[in-house]
């Protein structure tokens, strides 16, 4: 892909800001994202980071991958505003994130505990599912200007980031999540208001990674 077309023909055709975000299938979804060396020039890049946080809003999500409006570079935004339903909210570790842009991330694990709790994606639309991932992780990345970016991230935060990372990989969160907790959009309220799945790994049959083990009878 020649990119600064590419970026060009996309900005332009949306003027508003709001890109089409490409969903499960498309190949750019699957490809490992190249590194971005600065390719498109600082004002293109600020234009485009723009777009990415209108299309993140506009979803809404708390995390968008360039790969997700169709262009195979590492670059991802997150931005969380937080939960109003306090037990979720501690459950989960999810505190509000503020707006960052990724570049070129990379985690690693920041210690051995998994934790496990419905998750979803803007590209696969109409499903969630419960996904394990590590609770803390450390992240290196720079930021937007190229300042380098060290830093370890626990609970929600941690999990944003693993998401977003892995979208760079090719991956997607459905690749290594409980194939038997699938929830269409009809039935992810009931389960989604779980603090921690447990009712929905007891009625649905599926593994809870990174739970209390429950009593065997
Ligand atoms: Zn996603």
């Known amino acids: 892909m020649n990119l600064v077309p590419a ?9 508003d800001g709001v890109l089409p975000i490409v969903s499960a299938g498309a190949p750019v979804l699957r490809a490992p994202a190249a590194r971005y060396g600065g390719e498109l020039g600082a004002e293109r ?6 777009a990415m946080r209108v299309t993140m809003r506009t979803a809404p999500g708390v ?32 505190v509000p994130v503020a707006f960052r842009v990724l570049v070129n991330p990379t985690y ?42 060290a830093e370890e991230l626990a609970g929600w935060p941690a999990r944003i980031v693993q998401h977003e990372v892995d979208h760079l990989a090719g991956e997607l969160y459905l690749d290594a999540a409980a194939p038997r907790s699938l929830a269409s959009d009809a039935h992810a309220p009931r389960w989604a208001s779980e603090a921690v799945p447990r009712g929905a790994a007891t009625v649905l049959g ?12």
């Not at 995390?63 to 195979?72: E, K, N, T, Y």
Request: aromatic share 6%; net charge negative.
């Open 108 to 149: 690693t694990p920041a210690g051995p505990e998994r934790v496990s709790f419905y998750e979803g994606c803007l590209s696969v639309p109409g499903y969630v599912a419960v996904r394990a991932r590590w609770r803390r992780v450390r992240l290196l990345a720079a930021d937007e200007a190229g300042n380098a970016v």
């Open 7 to 15: 970026v060009d023909a996309l900005l332009e055709a949306h003027p």
């Open 63 to 94: 995390g968008l991958a360039a790969p997700q409006i169709g262009l195979p570079l590492a670059i991802a935004v997150i931005e969380d505003p937080g939960v109003d339903d306090d037990a979720t909210a501690a459950a989960r570790e999810r």
């Open 206 to 217: 599926f593994p809870l990674e990174g739970a209390e083990p429950t009593p065997r009878a």
């Open 45 to 50: 890049f600020h234009r485009l980071l723009e």
